[in-house]
């Protein structure tokens, strides 16, 4: 049986200023909605805070804050309808070409994104949203790393096979 190490206030400030952003992105790609994502974050880190007395530190509270976070956007899908990409469609006619160029491309991606299984898009957002590793994303989403890979490679595949296409947009 292994000691519990207990962390400190100033290394539980460190793990929470280290992963804010991303945890924040995280949510905010999930989801889409900006206040909602500062909710999340915030109840993540909540969360994370109350599990500290059961929280073994072996160096990777990543992991744990990203499972965390993934279940609080999962349940945020149980209890609200996500908006539609209309809305985002609207951002188009506040920019110039280039914003709306960028704009168009950037839903015309998440359209393809969204269109993939759940689970390969999440395991895409956190290797190249997110930047994690595929043991990471393993620990994160309770599979083995070959399926991470599998996940992975199925989903960029069909990715291309749309962009050879000409699907995008």
Do not use: H
Not at 46 to 61: A, C, E, H, T
Not at 74 to 88: C, F, G, H, Q
Not at 101 to 129: A, D, F, H, I, N
């Amino acid at each position: 049986m292994s000691k519990r190490q207990v962390l400190s206030a100033n290394e539980v400030e460190e793990i929470i200023a280290e992963n804010y952003d991303a945890i924040y992105r995280y949510c905010y790609w999930k989801i889409g909605n900006s206040a909602d994502a500062q909710d999340m974050t915030q109840e993540t880190f909540m969360r994370f805070v109350q599990s500290l007395p059961d929280y073994r530190n072996q160096g990777k509270p990543q992991a744990l804050l990203y499972t965390i976070a993934r279940n609080q956007c999962i349940n945020w899908y149980k209890k609200v309808k996500p908006t539609s990409l209309d809305e985002a469609q609207s951002l188009m006619d506040e920019g110039s070409n280039a914003r709306y160029e960028q704009v168009e491309t950037k839903l015309s991606l998440q359209r393809q994104v969204s269109g993939l299984p759940e689970e390969q898009q999440e395991v895409l957002l956190l290797r190249y949203g997110q930047e994690l590793k595929i043991e990471d994303i393993a620990a994160i989403t309770g599979t083995s790393r070959f399926a991470v890979m599998y996940l992975i490679k199925k989903a960029l595949e069909t990715l291309k096979r749309t962009l050879n296409k000409g699907d995008l947009f």
